[in-house]
């Protein structure tokens, strides 16, 4: 099987679609407004205007309007010009299904634009070159539309539906984004918490007094030591025994310490291997939109058309390099 040029392939995917003629006016219009924009003279004239008299405004208004009048007529002779350079290599073809394919996606752009340069222009000869050209790529067309039945069986009938095809699933792999998985930060609690060892030796330190002070209590024989010796047992236990408790967990805490480490790399890990599994699944994702493009009948259809025509490649190249000039005076 042979290898689809992409190069090539791709330039046949960007090379221009037709577009209504208003939409053409719209691009004219847009592109003009830029370029008169950037042009330095009037540039610099609109800054004179702006802090200009009464008299010498409209010295500055009339010279502006001039300018912008010949760069309008520039810009439209340039148009013309360029247009009617697109008709040539359409018109060098020899094989009639390869020109009918070329002519058909250029008629309608070429036509708009020559007809919206006509109605801008002034001078007779602007006007008569225009209608030439026109005449010549009705020629074209009309001759072209004679295989019409031919061309309609021929591969070149289904290969702009098949590129826009292809076209919707580059966008969809150009929009298919990694995936935001937010891993959650496991910390990992200190051995010796501070306040804890701080609560340890306060409780410590109180019921060790208080166990001193029942003992006091009980071996003493007055009846004051007596009398506060249940109360002394009272106060002794509400700190003892939550001391003890403490005391009890917090060596069960510092033994298994290690387990808990452990337990916390674990977790780590698991949040890690999701996280890359996210990933994963993205890659797996695009590489089967990858395959899928890869796969779609467009190249095939492609392969058909370059072995059978052996022109197309050719012309694909030249108009691509003209559309990429216009691009630029256009600019």
Same mark, same amino acid.
């Given at each position: 099987?042979t290898?689809?040029?992409?190069?090539?392939?791709?330039?046949?995917?960007?090379?221009?679609?037709?577009?209504?003629?208003?939409?053409?006016?719209?691009?004219?219009?847009?592109?003009?407004?830029?370029?008169?924009?950037?042009?330095?003279?009037?540039q610099?004239? !609109?800054?004179?205007? %702006?802090?200009?008299?009464?008299?010498?405004?409209?010295?500055?208004? !009339?010279?502006?309007?001039e300018?912008?009048?010949?760069?309008?007529?520039?810009?439209?002779?340039?148009?013309?010009f360029?247009?009617?350079? *697109?008709?040539?290599?359409?018109?060098?073809?020899? $094989?009639?299904?390869?020109?009918?394919?070329f002519?058909?996606?250029?008629?309608?752009?070429?036509?708009?634009?020559?007809?919206?340069?006509?109605?801008?222009?002034?001078?007779?000869?602007?006007?008569? *070159?225009?209608?030439?050209?026109?005449?010549?790529? !009705?020629?074209?067309?009309?001759?072209?539309?004679?295989? %019409? /039945?031919?061309? @309609? #069986?021929?591969? &070149?009938?289904?290969?702009?539906?098949?590129? %826009?095809?292809? @076209?919707?699933?580059?966008?969809?792999?150009?929009?298919?984004?990694?995936?935001?998985?937010? #891993?959650?930060?496991?910390?990992?609690?200190p051995? !010796?918490?501070?306040?804890?060892?701080?609560?340890?030796?306060?409780?410590?330190?109180?019921?060790?007094?208080?166990?001193?002070?029942?003992?006091?209590?009980?071996?003493?024989?007055?009846?004051?030591?007596?009398?506060?010796?249940?109360?002394?047992?009272?106060?002794?236990?509400? *700190?003892?025994?939550? &001391?003890?408790?403490?005391f009890? @967990?917090?060596?069960?805490?510092?033994?298994?310490y290690?387990?808990?480490?452990?337990?916390?790399?674990?977790?780590? /890990? *698991?949040?890690?291997?999701?996280?890359?599994?996210?990933?994963?699944n993205?890659?797996?994702?695009?590489?089967?939109?990858?395959? $899928?493009?890869?796969?779609?009948?467009?190249?095939?259809?492609?392969?058909?058309?370059?072995?059978?025509?052996?022109?197309?490649?050719?012309?694909?190249?030249?108009?691509?390099?003209?559309?990429?000039?216009?691009?630029?005076?256009?600019?």
């Amino acid at each position: 099987m042979t290898t689809v040029k992409l190069s090539t392939f791709d330039r046949l995917i960007n090379i221009h679609q037709s577009v209504q003629l208003e939409q053409t006016k719209k691009i004219n219009k847009g592109i003009l407004q830029e370029q008169l924009l950037q042009n330095a003279e009037l540039q610099q004239l !609109n800054h004179q205007l %702006a802090s200009s008299n009464q008299i010498s405004r409209k010295i500055l208004e !009339n010279q502006i309007r001039e300018i912008e009048h010949k760069e309008v007529l520039k810009f439209y002779k340039t148009l013309s010009f360029k247009m009617y350079e *697109f008709i040539e290599p359409i018109d060098n073809i020899s $094989d009639p299904l390869v020109k009918k394919y070329f002519i058909d996606k250029y008629y309608e752009r070429i036509k708009a634009n020559i007809l919206i340069a006509t109605d801008n222009l002034e001078e007779i000869n602007d006007k008569i *070159f225009n209608k030439t050209v026109v005449s010549k790529i !009705n020629e074209i067309k009309k001759a072209s539309d004679s295989y %019409a /039945q031919q061309f @309609n #069986e021929s591969p &070149f009938y289904e290969i702009d539906t098949l590129i %826009a095809e292809v @076209n919707i699933k580059k966008q969809q792999i150009l929009d298919l984004k990694p995936p935001q998985y937010f #891993e959650i930060k496991i910390k990992d609690k200190p051995k !010796n918490h501070p306040l804890k060892v701080f609560l340890l030796i306060i409780l410590g330190s109180v019921s060790f007094l208080l166990f001193f002070g029942i003992i006091g209590t009980l071996i003493a024989t007055d009846n004051t030591a007596k009398d506060a010796r249940l109360p002394m047992i009272i106060i002794g236990l509400v *700190f003892i025994i939550p &001391f003890l408790l403490f005391f009890r @967990n917090f060596r069960v805490w510092r033994k298994s310490y290690p387990k808990y480490l452990l337990s916390q790399h674990q977790k780590r /890990q *698991f949040e890690k291997s999701k996280a890359t599994e996210v990933y994963n699944n993205y890659l797996i994702k695009k590489e089967a939109l990858n395959e $899928d493009l890869l796969k779609h009948p467009t190249f095939k259809t492609y392969e058909i058309i370059i072995h059978n025509y052996p022109e197309f490649d050719a012309v694909v190249i030249e108009l691509s390099e003209m559309e990429n000039q216009l691009q630029l005076i256009q600019k």
